[in-house]
């Protein structure tokens, strides 16, 4: 065939065709997206500073950068709550792809919180001993040499700092925002990819025990990218059941409420086994994410070697993201299907708090310890999401805050406990701290206490609210045993208060650091969140009723 004839037939072709309408451009809501937009701003700017600010300037410049833009993003979220985005005007913003609501602005008020805290512990740099006359922080001197090399020790020697682990946390923070409140299952992908990356990169880069922290980032990272790989792989399947990856359709397709079916998609669509797989591979990316039980193995080993600022902050804000994007995607996608979702999240829940509670009496490490009592603690929160009612969506938000105060503060404390090679993580080494530092060590008190759910702590508020919602939405016997690893949860928590208070200081025991105003803000705030919640919280449990409704 000619290659005119060829022509004629793509020219007949398109004029036989319909006219080719013009491609709309995106419409996008910079206003109600400007909380997520100014931090992944200022990580942009972050990564410029260190292209071209001098090496001695970089960490006044990255400190000043990151704080700014996270208190600028706060009162962004704050403005938006105050115009009524959180209630009335909630909505779809950015072509579907992120839901501006309740939830997904108090979450993100949340992650901002403790994203600012999280800056001010990795910011601290009074807390080991100057190393040839220049002040160190928690993180490696240079991430790029080999643990104990001549180019590791002429870093330290020359006074090099990591300055890149702050646009490194915007750039998780960023992720973070966007992952409770994307309203299609791409979005919620990209999220988690952008908010994981970061972090598995900041636990690899500990200035002492570099070896276990590099160990920790390998097995976070491993473990994530199979988590990851199963939430992809759900998104696929769901997308083969919908033929949509946006969470309305999808739960239209669920409920059998749709209208319009694309006839190449008609073949696939309502497949229930799609479904249902489908369903199952995304909730066990979350879950591994929220560090339940039997998707935990990596939530010790990285708390441990991750450097104690960036495990301070995953342990809050990672688990309020992913509870976030795990209430939206079985409230507002997968409403239809409770009956098939509830067994299985009760026997999650009831392994999680009592695997979580067992498990941690056997340790010996205090920071394995917290690690145990998080897993614990996302058990007693999914006692909240089964309640599936608006009191266990508000519940919810309400520990979630309150347990993201406790755990940055309780980490910036265990900063504090010194030897001469760092931290002093073994629970034998905090015998008799109550004598030595009397204040740090009723600090840490308060913490536990608050982990332990002890009255006019948030702790038992947000215990009493998850519980009260779980018992009304028909899971009686879940709060039953919340309730029984509540109480071996209090044992090692009173444990280690004891260890403290009532036990003889050793000669060579540890010291507690002097830290800077950066810290000793982190812990005081802290506290203060954790008594005032205990207290007074009614004020709080509103404000998350109030925003605990999600846009369809």
Same mark, same amino acid.
């Given at each position: @065939? ?39 701003? +200022? ?12 090496? %001695? ?13 996270? /208190? ?84 330290? %020697? ?26 299609? #299952? ?33 097995? $976070? ?8 790989? &199963? ?34 998609? /008609? ?16 909730? @066990? ?17 990285? $708390? ?52 979580? +509670? ?13 690690? $145990? ?6 058990? &007693? ?78 702790? &038992? ?6 519980? %009260? ?17 509540? /109480?071996?949860?209090?044992?090692? $928590? ?36 954790? #008594? ?7 004020? &709080?449990?509103? #404000? /998350? ?8």
């Amino acid at each position: @065939m000619s290659a005119s004839a060829v022509h004629s037939l793509w020219t007949t072709a398109a004029t036989a065709a319909e006219p080719i309408s013009k491609i709309d451009a995106p419409k996008i809501e910079y206003g109600q997206l400007s909380p997520t937009l100014i931090v992944i701003g +200022a990580a942009v700017i972050g990564v410029l500073v260190e292209a071209f600010v001098p090496r %001695k300037s970089r960490y006044y410049a990255q400190v000043f950068v990151a704080v700014v833009a996270l /208190a600028a993003a706060f009162a962004a979220v704050i403005a938006l709550a105050a115009g009524g985005y959180g209630t009335t005007k909630a909505h779809i913003a950015a072509m579907g792809a992120i839901a501006v609501d309740g939830p997904s602005l108090f979450l993100q008020g949340t992650i901002l919180l403790a994203g600012i805290l999280g800056v001010f512990t990795f910011a601290e740099r009074r807390l080991d001993p100057e190393a040839h006359g220049n002040r160190v922080d928690s993180f490696a001197a240079q991430a790029a040499s080999v643990p104990g090399s001549d180019s590791e020790k002429a870093a330290v %020697k020359a006074g090099f700092t990591t300055t890149e682990v702050f646009p490194l946390l915007l750039f998780a923070i960023s992720g973070m925002l966007v992952f409770p409140s994307a309203n299609d #299952l791409l979005t919620l992908f990209i999220a988690l990819e952008v908010f994981s990356l970061p972090l598995y990169l900041l636990c690899a880069v500990a200035r002492r025990k570099r070896l276990m922290s590099q160990e920790a980032a390998v097995k $976070y990272f491993l473990l994530g990218a199979f988590a990851s790989a &199963f939430t992809l792989f759900g998104i696929a399947l769901l997308y083969g059941y919908a033929g949509s990856v946006s969470y309305a359709t999808i739960a239209h397709v669920v409920d059998g409420t749709i209208t319009n079916v694309d006839p190449a998609l /008609a073949g696939t669509m309502g497949n229930d086994v799609l479904l249902l797989i489908g369903m199952a591979l995304i909730v @066990m990316g979350l879950l591994f994410k929220v560090g339940a039980v039997p998707f935990h193995m990596w939530t010790p080993d990285v $708390y441990q070697g991750a450097p104690t600022p960036v495990t301070g902050f995953m342990a809050a804000a990672t688990k309020v993201a992913a509870f976030g994007a795990l209430l939206r995607l079985l409230y507002v996608v997968l409403p239809g299907l409770r009956w098939d979702w509830r067994p299985v999240m009760w026997a999650v829940a009831i392994v999680t708090m009592l695997g979580g +509670a067992i498990v941690a009496i056997t340790q010996t490490d205090i920071k394995r310890l917290l690690a $145990y009592s998080s897993i614990a603690h996302a058990g &007693f929160i999914l006692a909240g999401v089964i309640a599936t009612s608006p009191d266990g969506v508000s519940s919810v938000l309400f520990y979630l805050a309150a347990y993201s105060f406790v755990t940055i503060g309780a980490f910036a404390v265990v900063t504090l406990v010194r030897d001469a090679g760092g931290e002093a993580t073994h629970l034998s080494k905090w015998a008799g701290l109550g004598r030595r530092s009397p204040l740090v060590a009723a600090v840490f008190a308060v913490f536990l206490l608050a982990f332990a759910g002890i009255p006019l702590t948030s702790g &038992f508020a947000g215990k009493f609210a998850v519980f %009260k919602a779980a018992a009304e939405g028909g899971a009686g016997a879940l709060v039953v045993v919340g309730v029984i690893s509540s /109480a071996i949860a209090a044992f090692f $928590y009173i444990r280690v208060i004891v260890l403290m208070f009532f036990s003889e200081p050793k000669p060579e025991g540890p010291t507690v650091a002097v830290p800077s105003p950066l810290t000793t803000t982190a812990i005081a705030v802290g506290v203060a969140v954790t #008594l005032v919640l205990g207290v007074a919280p009614q004020y &709080f449990l509103n #404000l /998350a009723s109030q925003a605990g409704v999600f846009v369809r």
